[in-house]
């Protein structure tokens, strides 16, 4: 089992930056690719941006340029900076992990980031 611990999330105004962090725990020598998802009301969890093992990186389209993500293995962490921030960046964001034989996957709890003025 692994579990994943997200921090960092809040209410910011439009053009603002944000860091959010995910710290894993348990069984972590099985964990694969790292990532942030996040829902807004209504709709459905999306990929934000992923994170291999070895650090290759994949962005959804919305957020390349603006967002970046980071893991450092030796913590157990997962970063996710996101800078010039809008209201359509609104949602919970989820942390995700990937279990690297089965591909299961693993969720936290989530953290809410609201960007309004």
């Known amino acids: 089992q692994v579990q994943l611990v997200e921090s960092g999330g809040g209410l910011v105004q439009p053009g603002g930056s944000l860091r959010l962090s995910c710290a894993a725990s348990?069984?972590?020598?099985?964990?694969?690719?790292m990532g942030w998802y996040r829902q807004a009301p209504g709709k459905q969890r999306d990929l934000v941006a992923s994170?291999?093992?070895?650090?290759?990186?994949n962005y959804a389209d919305s957020v390349k340029g603006r967002f970046t993500i980071s893991r450092d293995n030796a913590k157990n962490m997962v970063y996710l900076q996101m800078n010039s921030l809008k209201p359509e960046d609104t949602a919970v964001y989820y942390c995700?992990?990937?279990?690297?034989?089965?591909?299961?996957?693993?969720w936290g709890q989530g953290t809410q980031v609201t960007v309004s003025s």
């Open positions: 995700n992990a990937q279990n690297l034989a089965t591909r299961r996957d693993y």
């Open positions: 348990g069984a972590i020598f099985s964990i694969g690719a």
């Open positions: 994170i291999t093992r070895g650090g290759n990186t």
